[in-house]
Structure formats: C-alpha cells, structure tokens
C-alpha cells in the first residue's frame, strides 16, 4: 500500500472495528499487530453480549445500549464484506432469582427497561420453562431480557480482518505508521501508559474460559453464579470465566479454570456429560475508570486511542468504530466525557 490515511496499532475487537469503520468510509487503513489478528482476549471463546441492568441510567449505559443495537446490522455488513460468519445471534437470556427480594428488584427493573430500552428490547420476569435448558431458580422466575446477544469472539475479528483487507485495507505484522495514528494495544499498552504517569492508568484482567461440545445453538445465554453459559452455532457451549488481578503466565490455565467448570455443571446440570474440547485464557485491557478510553490519546499529541473494552469489547465495537471514524476522518467528537482518557488518569 503506497499511502495509507489511518494506521491502527493493535488487531482485537477494538482496533479491527476502528479500522473497518474507517476503510467503510474510503480510507485507506493499515492494521498492524506484531501477533497477528486476535491474538490476545479478542481471540477468546465466550462472546457474551450482554448489556448492563436497566438502571442508574449513564454515558457507558447508554452507550453500550446503542452499540448493542446496532449490533446485528454491523455484524451482517462485515460477514458479506468479508464473506466470513462470525456468529452473531440476538437470542437474549435467562438469568435466575434466588428470593423474593431479587424478584421485587427484577420487577422493577422490568419497568425501568421499558423507558431506558425504548421499547427496543425487554427485560421481564417469566416463570421458569420446563426444559432442561433453562437455570436452576429458587424461586421457580427467571429474568428473561431479549437484549443480550453472542458472537464467535476469534470468527468475529478474523472476519474484520478480512472485511477491511477487501476494502482495500492492510493487515500486517509490522510496518511504518502513516496517517492518522490510532493506539488499539491492549492491557500492555495500558501497563505502557501506567509507566508513562505518575500513578495506574490500566491494567490487564486475566480471564479464563472453556469450551464444550454440547448443541444448544438455538437457545438464550444462562447466567448464574457470575457464570456466563454461551451457546455457539456450532455446537459448543462457552463457559466463562475468571477475573484474575495476579498472574503470572496470561495464557495459562489452571484450578480455577476446574472450580468453573465445576460449579457451571452444579448450575446447569444439562451440560453434565459434555466433554470439555478447549480451556482458554486471556488477559483483558480494563481502564481505572472502568470505561473504555477512546478519542485523542493522552502523551501523543495528534493521535488516537481505543482501549480498555475488558468484559464488553465486543460489545462496544461497533459505535467505538463510528464514533472514531467521525473524530478521526471528519474531526467530529460526539465521545462521552467519561470515555476520555483523561477519565482513567
């Protein structure tokens, strides 16, 4: 590629999406990872799309709001770029209810979703279906919300990769920076911009996750015990996962990868005999404001940022693409206040 307009440093969920949002609009777009496309937590299993409790309404709330339901028109348009599926699928969620006082609150919330959703999706209280996919409840009621969506994390990335290299886009594994200059480097370029300020900026949440052969491709995600049970369309169950502050090897797996499979099994006695065919780890990129840190970067004058997605990368990729593409191709700014880096110094 002889010229380039915008150079993304970093292919996960972030990085891919920012470029992808800007090759759509003509750019010519160079993505460079020295690992290669999804190598680090966008490479991951889970895919759980899942938005917020509809209450305390804020930026980040609605912000992934509006990101999760641009969702499905995003993903369509990159699967028939890129000719790849990437396993979306709007099939929302069944989460349970211990005791009467999480029933009240389930309640309520139902109503709040009502005005904070707009109607686009529901977040109700149901009694619990007699099948066997379905949580086990104390109280016999399910929360059932239509919002929550999945995709194949490792598919999805692959696919805009391949999206904006027919686009005209360049993926490598090193290259100069031209053009605009976009930083999409994951928790090591948070640990980069901790050593660059006076005290922790971001730092990278270790996760672990596993893989089950078991076909449930055409039911909602369970949620139970902080477990995210996330069936794929091709026949796996995803469990996940582990929020690890200390670690000392990113990728390995280990006991507490056993004490979640072990306690998804106890919550969903369905998944009991499926075999575990992959156990997987990764290290997600979380800000101190728990936001992600999108827009102008905070120690490179002129260029850009896009990081710390942690649990909802995925989630926020599609309006993270947008709203960077207008600030870095048109120099328009709609970014929230709390998603600036200055947030999280």
């Not at 750019?27 to 966008?42: E, F, Q």
């Not at 004058?301 to 993270?320: D, L």
Request: aromatic letters at 6%.
């Amino acid at each position: 590629m002889a010229t380039v307009d915008v150079t993304v440093r970093g292919a996960g969920a972030f990085g891919l999406a920012v470029g992808y949002a800007c090759a759509r609009r003509g750019a010519r777009v160079r993505v460079i990872d020295p690992n290669g496309v999804a190598a680090g937590s966008s490479g991951g299993i889970v895919g759980a799309l899942a938005p917020h409790v509809p209450e305390n309404w804020n930026d980040k709330k609605a912000f992934q709001f509006d990101s999760l339901m641009m969702a499905e028109t995003f993903w369509q348009e990159v699967s028939g770029i890129a000719n790849q599926d990437v396993g979306y699928a709007r099939l929302g969620r069944l989460q349970p209810l211990a005791d009467d006082a999480a029933v009240a609150l389930a309640r309520q919330r139902s109503e709040t979703a009502r005005d904070l959703w707009q109607d686009r999706a529901t977040w109700q209280v149901i009694d619990a279906p007699d099948t066997q996919w379905s949580p086990q409840s104390p109280t016999g009621l399910l929360i059932h919300d239509t919002l929550t969506a999945r995709i194949h994390p490792r598919r999805a990335t692959r696919a805009l990769a391949a999206a904006i290299t027919a686009l005209g886009g360049e993926i490598t594994t090193d290259g100069p920076d031209q053009g605009a200059i976009v930083w999409a480097t994951g928790w090591k370029g948070l640990n980069d911009l901790t050593a660059q300020h006076t005290r922790m900026v971001g730092n990278g949440i270790k996760g672990q996750a596993a893989l089950l052969q078991f076909d449930a491709r055409d039911q909602p995600q369970l949620f139970a015990d902080a477990l995210h049970i996330v069936p794929h369309d091709d026949g796996t169950v995803a469990i996940g996962s582990t929020s690890e502050r200390e670690f000392s090897d990113p990728t390995s797996t280990d006991d507490q990868l056993d004490d979640v499979i072990a306690r998804a099994l106890r919550a969903f006695p369905v998944l009991a005999n499926a075999p575990v065919i992959e156990r997987w780890a990764g290290v997600r990129p979380r800000a101190r404001s728990r936001a992600p840190m999108i827009g102008a970067h905070p120690f490179r004058t002129g260029e850009y940022i896009a990081n710390g997605g942690f649990k909802i990368g995925f989630g926020m990729a599609p309006k993270v693409g947008e709203i960077m593409a207008d600030l870095i191709l048109g120099g328009g700014d709609t970014i929230p206040q709390g998603f600036r880096a200055q947030a999280s110094l």
